[in-house]
T-cell receptor, first 113, second 112 residues
Framework: DTEVTQTPKHLVMGMTNKKSLKCEQHMGHRAMYWYKQKAKKPPELMFVYSYEKLSINESVPSRFSPECPNSSLLNLHLHALQPEDSALYLC????????????FGPGTRLLVL | GENVEQHPSTLSVQEGDSAVIKCTYSDSASNYFPWYKQELGKRPQLIIDIRSNVGEKKDQRIAVTLNKTAKHFSLHITETQPEDSAVYFCAASTGGSEKLVFGKGTKLTVNP
């Protein structure tokens, strides 16, 4: 089962709100990723978790805070976002970090007002 | 770091024709090259990938070729169908790296 799930599908939030995005996979994958995708652009890597530890932070502003509670779950906590943060947020996972196929979730479409 | 260039940015073909999308990469150490298809409002889905120890790979109407010397790889879709219409992204990854570097995408339109 190559399924990565994400909730919620859509999210509208104000600039003072705190919200969280959730990602789950039950494929036993040991690497999980957060990407941001703006319209008509490729996915842009934000964070990588390898074996539940943060291994890459692509200089993402601190208003985005990732968390990996266990090997199947990945959260992205959002606080004090800006309108320019509106985008599709994609989660992905791979069997192992490194040169392996990444499987994407359906994404959360975020609108910041 | 790795840089991936993808061409063309848009491609329009008639149903039944072939479509070719080309990507070049800069890091000679890159050794994994996936292609993703993304339909409007959907997730990127892996359609085919190739590793640097292979020159060509086929899966039904889809094929990927890799030229390590020239540092380019291409996606070939034969007998195109309207449902092939989507944005296609190429990507490259270096062995041991957790990063996939994506091309900017090609919007393919297959006209009935």
């Amino acid at each position: 089962d190559t399924e990565v799930t994400q909730t919620p599908k859509h999210l509208v939030m104000g600039m003072t709100n705190k919200k969280s995005l959730k990602c789950e996979q039950h494929m036993g994958h040991r690497a999980m990723y957060w990407y941001k995708q703006k319209a008509k652009k490729p996915p842009e890597l934000m964070f990588v978790y390898s074996y539940e530890k943060l291994s890459i932070n692509e200089s993402v502003p601190s208003r985005f805070s990732p968390e990996c509670p266990n090997s199947s779950l990945l959260n992205l906590h959002l606080h004090a976002l800006q309108p320019e943060d509106s985008a599709l947020y994609l989660c992905a996972s791979s069997q192992d970090p490194g040169v392996e196929t990444q499987y994407f979730g359906p994404g959360t479409r975020l609108l910041v007002l | 770091g790795e840089n991936v260039e993808q061409h063309p940015s848009t491609l329009s073909v008639q149903e039944g024709d072939s479509a070719v999308i080309k990507c070049t990469y800069s890091d000679s150490a890159s050794n994994y090259f996936p292609w993703y298809k993304q339909e409007l409002g959907k997730r990127p889905q892996l359609i085919i990938d190739i590793r640097s120890n292979v020159g060509e790979k086929k899966d039904q109407r889809i094929a990927v070729t890799l030229n390590k010397t020239a540092k380019h790889f291409s996606l070939h879709i034969t007998e195109t169908q309207p449902e092939d219409s989507a944005v296609y992204f190429c990507a490259a990854s270096t062995g041991g790296s957790e990063k996939l570097v994506f091309g900017k995408g090609t919007k393919l339109t297959v006209n009935p």
